[in-house]
């Protein structure tokens, strides 16, 4: 079970109104939507609210809530997608990938991940690339599954130190940096709450206001919907341009090494 939150402005000059919307600012429903999660609502008087006030009394619930932009901007405290959307980077990247017609099999792809937070997600891509680079700090987290990763996919990592001064690989993961982000050949693709979109049909069950990241990860972690920890963004950010990760993986050229 979740929260979505929802915002209700008043700008009137109803004094009652006024006073009522700053004393009671949230309040929440008992029962969940048809949908599975259930509605919080605050209150806010042209547009600000007592957010002290807020975020005390929704304390209990907040990592479970997500919260509209506009509510955030005010300095509402909710649920954070940050983690989902650094797990669902590496989906991408294996989309990225592949729409760019080249044989995974035959790439180098190397993973920064210096606290070594990503062993997981990393052990996804032996599945269906040649070479695996994991810079990290942490090489006893990464040689920790060496076996398995032999006995599932007849492969491991290659683990380099972190300060290793070339990186290489043809692509380049890079969970950890703000925002996380993706490299191929020279450029720089981001994966952020604002660039993270979904098929066309997600987008129309999403509550108004609220990111299809923070959904998608709500959905995902509390409301029973693990496969979409398996789903990949369909839009990336690239030179402050939201665009198509399929088509620009077709004019990635795939020979680059950074």
Same mark, same amino acid.
């Given at each position: 079970?979740?929260?979505?939150?929802?915002?209700?402005?008043?700008?009137?000059?109803?004094?009652?109104?006024?006073?009522?919307?700053?004393?009671?600012?949230?309040?929440? /429903? @008992?029962?969940? #939507?048809?949908?599975?999660?259930?509605?919080?609502?605050?209150?806010?008087?042209?547009?600000?609210?007592?957010?002290?006030? =807020?975020?005390?009394?929704?304390?209990?619930?907040?990592?479970?809530?997500?919260? *509209?932009?506009?509510?955030?901007?005010? +300095? !509402? =405290?909710?649920?954070?997608?940050? +983690?989902?959307?650094?797990?669902?980077?590496?989906?991408?990247?294996?989309?990225?990938?592949?729409? $760019?017609? /080249?044989? *995974?099999?035959?790439?180098?792809?190397?993973?920064?991940?210096?606290?070594?937070?990503? !062993?997981?997600?990393?052990?996804?891509?032996?599945?269906?690339?040649? $070479? !695996?680079?994991?810079?990290?700090?942490?090489?006893?987290?990464?040689? /920790?599954?060496?076996?398995?990763?032999? #006995?599932?996919?007849?492969? @491991?990592?290659?683990?380099?130190?972190?300060?290793?001064?070339?990186?290489?690989?043809?692509?380049?993961?890079? *969970?950890?940096?703000? *925002?996380?982000?993706?490299?191929?050949?020279?450029?720089?693709?981001?994966? @952020?709450?604002?660039?993270? $979109?979904?098929?066309?049909?997600?987008?129309?069950? !999403?509550?108004?206001?609220?990111?299809?990241?923070?959904?998608?990860? /709500?959905?995902?972690?509390?409301? +029973?919907?693990?496969?979409?920890?398996?789903?990949?963004?369909? $839009?990336?950010?690239?030179?402050?341009?939201?665009?198509?990760?399929?088509?620009?993986?077709?004019?990635?050229?795939?020979?680059?090494?950074?």
């Amino acid at each position: 079970m979740f929260y979505v939150a929802s915002q209700i402005n008043y700008c009137g000059n109803n004094p009652f109104k006024i006073i009522f919307h700053k004393l009671f600012p949230t309040k929440r /429903a @008992d029962k969940p #939507t048809d949908d599975g999660y259930k509605q919080v609502t605050i209150r806010t008087y042209k547009g600000k609210c007592n957010v002290a006030r =807020v975020n005390k009394s929704l304390a209990p619930i907040h990592r479970r809530m997500i919260v *509209p932009k506009s509510l955030k901007e005010l +300095g !509402v =405290v909710g649920f954070n997608s940050d +983690g989902y959307i650094r797990g669902v980077l590496f989906n991408t990247a294996m989309y990225m990938i592949q729409s $760019t017609g /080249a044989s *995974p099999r035959e790439l180098e792809v190397s993973v920064i991940d210096p606290n070594g937070a990503f !062993v997981m997600r990393s052990r996804q891509l032996l599945e269906n690339i040649g $070479t !695996v680079i994991i810079y990290t700090d942490r090489q006893d987290k990464y040689r /920790a599954v060496s076996d398995d990763n032999l #006995t599932l996919y007849g492969a @491991d990592f290659v683990i380099a130190p972190r300060e290793h001064k070339q990186i290489q690989g043809e692509f380049v993961v890079s *969970p950890t940096e703000t *925002p996380p982000c993706i490299y191929a050949g020279n450029e720089r693709f981001e994966l @952020d709450e604002d660039s993270f $979109t979904l098929a066309t049909g997600f987008s129309r069950i !999403v509550p108004d206001g609220i990111s299809q990241a923070d959904y998608a990860a /709500a959905l995902a972690i509390f409301g +029973g919907q693990s496969r979409l920890m398996r789903i990949k963004s369909q $839009t990336i950010r690239h030179q402050n341009e939201i665009i198509m990760v399929a088509m620009q993986g077709k004019s990635v050229d795939n020979t680059g090494i950074l």
